[in-house]
């Protein structure tokens, strides 16, 4: 069960590209995630939306900018990045009733920096 | 601060082998939630099982099963006579329930063991 879907799956970018990751979920949750996940490294929290609403930003860097126009949709624009950002980006998403939700994932872009 | 540690980076075995995943946390809170998941190639972390602080009790889910304990900060993971197809990456997770109100779940990963099953 996934329910979680990303797109693109790979995207390899220059450092002077815009592009844009894109998350739709379809279970009805109203909470959703952006994570990093980098090699040898913890997963990372990016950004949360609750109800649509920005609720957590981990100090990202403004290079990065999310959007979530509904409940459903989860946006990261990216421009301007760095080799230090190629990744795996993973969205995700909860019910938005506290710490002991499960997390639903998709499948993760797979993002090189060049 | 919330810390999970996994020590193993990597482990190797050989089908039908029962393997442990050690998980080690760190917090100050009395009440908190603990969580395995597991990532195959595909990339999808997957939901395995959630864990009350409060509630010790070991349980088990056909082959997997998990091993609480409060008194060493432990939460470890076994899989008894594994397969080729339990080859991914498993991550353990913490969750603060002082997030409770917050309306979202903020969780703390450990950085992952890899488990590769070989025929």
């Known amino acids: 069960e996934t329910g979680v879907t990303q797109t693109p799956r790979h995207l390899v970018m220059g450092m002077t590209n815009k592009k844009s990751l894109k998350c739709e979920q379809h279970?009805?949750?109203?909470?959703m995630y952006w994570y990093k996940q980098s090699a040898k490294k913890p997963l990372e929290l990016m950004f949360v939306?609750?109800?649509?609403?920005?609720?957590e930003n981990n100090s990202v860097p403004s290079r990065f900018s999310p959007e979530c126009p509904n409940s459903s949709h989860l946006f990261l624009h990216l421009h301007t990045l760095q080799p230090e950002d190629s990744a795996l980006y993973l969205c995700?998403?909860?019910?938005?009733?506290?710490?002991?939700?499960?997390?639903?994932f998709g499948s993760g872009t797979q993002l090189s920096v060049l | 601060a919330q810390k999970v540690t996994q020590a193993q980076t990597e482990i190797s075995v050989v089908e039908k082998e029962d393997v442990t995943l050690d998980c080690v946390y760190e917090t100050r809170d009395t009440t908190y939630y603990l969580f395995w998941y597991k990532q195959p190639p595909s990339g999808e972390l997957v939901f395995l099982i959630r864990?009350?602080?409060?509630?010790?009790q070991n349980e088990i889910s056909g082959r997997y099963s998990w091993n609480f304990q409060k008194s060493t900060s432990s939460f470890n993971f076994t899989i008894t006579a594994s397969q080729v197809v339990d080859s991914a990456v498993y991550f353990c997770a913490l969750s603060p329930v002082g997030e409770e109100n917050t309306g979202f779940q903020k969780l703390v990963f450990g950085t992952g063991t890899r488990l590769l099953v070989s025929p």
């Open positions: 864990r009350n602080s409060f509630d010790e």
């Open positions: 995700a998403s909860s019910q938005s009733r506290g710490s002991n939700e499960k997390l639903f």
């Open positions: 939306y609750s109800l649509e609403e920005r609720v």
């Open positions: 279970l009805g949750h109203n909470a």
